[in-house]
């Protein structure tokens, strides 16, 4: 027994030998090893980090007038974590909030559950532009108001309102996800960034660098006494655009008011650089509703309004061309061999070919014309035949140098979200139908466009000559912006130089100095022969210069000789008919280029062209007196 017992006790003592050494380890190890780390926490406990955000940059146009600037605004913030947790003293709190600032306390429950939710790093606004003696108040009773603060913050300001909205963009708070890029790193959940447009494009230029306050609290995280340190927040750099903002204003105007509230959109670009002096869709939208406090509901019936507000149709559509596009087939045309400027061809107003009947619009009989002519007139069967000829020549003419003009890619615009179109193609359409004809295939044998079965990418048929005759008019599976059909003119004017679009032209800092200048250089020349680029501009300044033309009864009589060319695209819209514009002037020596386009404009002529005109009146300086003729546009037909 004695001998058991004294295995016992030998075995307890080990054990608590064992437990007493862990701890001994333990508290060695946190008091010597890492006693550092524990008394900064501790010390961190004492004190609060406040960042303070740092205003962006200003976005400006050439003349440096603001188009996007800061403002200072007074907002009621509350940190939803920093209310108190117990649920009775929380509602406290929130009514005594409520009846300070009027504002009711369902109202208040809401914001705070909705903009946690979707903002989580960033304080609720309950409201901006405050009455000061709110502010007042809640200084004067903060201890009884944890967590709710009125302070002065720094905005985005719009001083024109929706001019632009498309271009600009907005800003949003940083999300998980762009916190893990290496573009994001050195920021913190509820920093700001560029969301969209050029705030997000040049993001690293026109976000300041956030300032920081730190501020002794109490055990309960009050704070208590005078500021420890503080860190002035540097902000960003200004951005200077290419944009006019006269130019600007007249393009968007111009388009709303001939397209009658129909979705529109219109460039104004330098032929020689690509220097976007304007460029608007039509509708668009306050870009204020993404400012603190943020309208959620607002964005939601944004992205749900007729017109697609959001979608900037400039650089994002896809719309077939109409007679624009002559332009491009002319030059496939005449440099594959197919035709010469002088051969003489008899447009009888219709003819027959795979059992289809092709005609001019409105019938319309123009007899003996040449490729100058047939662009003047706008004739429909030359550029069919033109269409044709190069199918059956097999070398895929009118698709390469639709290609090269531009169609098909993107233009390479300092924008984000900008859409390639598409250049129809025997090859494109034969390998979409044969995809349509396999026994696999979703739409099986019987090709219907039903995107519920994935049947929208599937041809319902093979390539025929019809599809190359169709291209030629600028009709038929067509997909090009606004943008791209500008960069096309462009190098029809500049001598065959496809240029880059650019939007912005420098950064310069809070005090003017220039940081870095925007010169993107050209994305290639095109070897197009002078006589090919003299007879395309001779036609399109016949077009619009010379009595006959589509556009005469537009530009008849203006001070400056515009090269420009209507178009009449037939679409499944609703709306109707697309309305577009193309142009360069002077024509003899071209320095700017103009598109407009409406959507459900009927005639080009009727609509397009003298919403153009308006951005020419403009960027030339041309008055109403300075003309000797008016047109009276509701009798023209293409």
């Known amino acids: 027994m004695n001998s058991q017992f004294a295995v016992r006790v030998a075995v307890v003592s080990g054990i608590a030998l064992i437990a007493f050494a862990v701890i001994f380890f333990r508290l060695w190890y946190v008091q010597v090893l890492s006693g550092q780390e524990y008394l900064s926490q501790a010390q961190d406990n004492r004190t609060r980090e406040v960042t303070i955000q740092a205003p962006r940059g200003e ?33 406290r709190v929130l009514r005594r909030l409520s009846d300070a600032s009027q504002i009711p306390l369902d109202k208040i429950k809401k914001e705070i559950r909705k903009q946690t939710y979707e903002l989580p790093a960033n304080p609720v606004t309950l409201a901006r532009d405050v009455d000061r003696n709110i502010v007042f108040y809640v200084r004067e009773h903060a201890d009884e108001l944890p967590g709710v603060t009125a302070q002065e913050v720094s905005v985005r300001y719009y001083p024109n309102g929706q001019l632009g909205a498309n271009l600009f963009g907005f800003v949003a708070e940083v999300n998980a996800d762009q916190l893990k890029e290496p573009q994001y790193e050195n920021l913190n959940p509820g920093d700001q960034i560029g969301a969209a447009g050029l705030e997000a494009q040049y993001d690293n230029y026109v976000r300041g660098r956030n300032g920081l306050i730190e501020i002794p609290v109490d055990a309960s995280g009050q704070p208590k006494g005078d500021q420890i340190s503080e860190v002035r927040p540097e902000t960003g750099d200004d951005l200077v655009l290419t944009l ?19 979705p529109a959109a219109f460039v104004a670009m330098k032929v020689s650089d690509g220097s976007i002096l304007g460029m608007g869709s039509y509708p668009s939208f306050d870009p204020g509703v993404y400012t603190p406090p943020v309208s959620f509901d607002a964005i939601k019936q944004l992205q749900h309004a007729d ?27 005449l440099e594959s061999g197919v035709t010469t400027p002088g051969e003489v061809y008899t447009d009888t107003g219709t003819f027959e070919f795979g059992g289809v009947k092709w005609t001019n619009a409105g019938g319309e009989v123009l007899g003996a014309i040449n490729m100058t002519t047939a662009l003047q007139y706008s004739s429909d069967l030359y550029f069919y035949t033109m269409g044709m000829r190069m199918d059956q020549q097999g070398k895929g003419a009118l698709q390469n140098w639709a290609a090269d003009y531009g169609f098909g890619a993107p233009t390479g615009i300092d924008l984000p979200g900008e859409q390639p179109g598409l250049v129809p193609s025997p090859e494109w359409r034969n390998d979409l139908y044969e995809a349509a004809i396999k026994p696999d295939s979703p739409c099986g044998t019987d090709v219907v466009f039903d995107p519920a079965r994935d049947c929208y990418e599937i041809a319902d048929r093979a390539w025929g000559p019809g599809d190359n005759m169709n291209l030629s008019v600028g009709q038929g599976d067509l997909q090009a912006t606004p943008l791209q059909l500008a960069t096309a003119y462009a190098a029809v004017a500049n001598g065959g130089t496809v240029v880059r679009p650019h939007l912005g032209m420098k ?56 090269c420009g060319k209507t178009g009449t695209a037939e679409t499944s819209s609703d709306l109707g008919d697309q309305a577009w514009y193309a142009s360069f002037a002077p024509c003899d020596d071209p320095k700017y280029v103009v598109v407009s386009t409406i959507e459900g404009g009927g005639f080009g002529a009727e609509t397009a062209a003298p919403a153009a005109r308006e951005i020419w009146d403009q960027i030339l300086g041309i008055h109403e007196s300075d003309v000797d003729a008016v047109s009276d546009t509701a009798a023209i037909a293409e």
């Open 507 to 562: 950064v310069t800092d809070p005090v003017g100095t220039t940081e870095e200048e925007f010169t993107p250089a050209a994305r290639r020349h095109l070897d197009i022969s002078p006589t090919t680029l003299d007879t395309i501009r001779e036609g399109l300044r016949g077009a619009a210069m010379s009595p006959g033309g589509t556009s005469y009864p537009v530009f008849g009589g203006y001070p400056v000789d515009i």
């Open 59 to 91: 976005i400006l146009d050439r003349h440096g007038k603001v188009l996007v600037g800061n403002r200072s605004a007074l907002s009621l913030q509350v940190r939803a974590d920093q209310l108190p947790q117990q649920k009775q003293a929380r509602n």
């Open 307 to 333: 017109g697609d507000p959001l979608f900037n149709k400039a650089i994002q559509s896809g719309y077939p061309t109409g007679s624009t596009f002559k332009a491009i087939t002319g030059t496939a045309a």
């Open 244 to 262: 006019d903002k006269k130019i600007q204003q007249a393009g968007e105007s111009a388009i709303a008011r001939w397209g009658g509230g129909k």
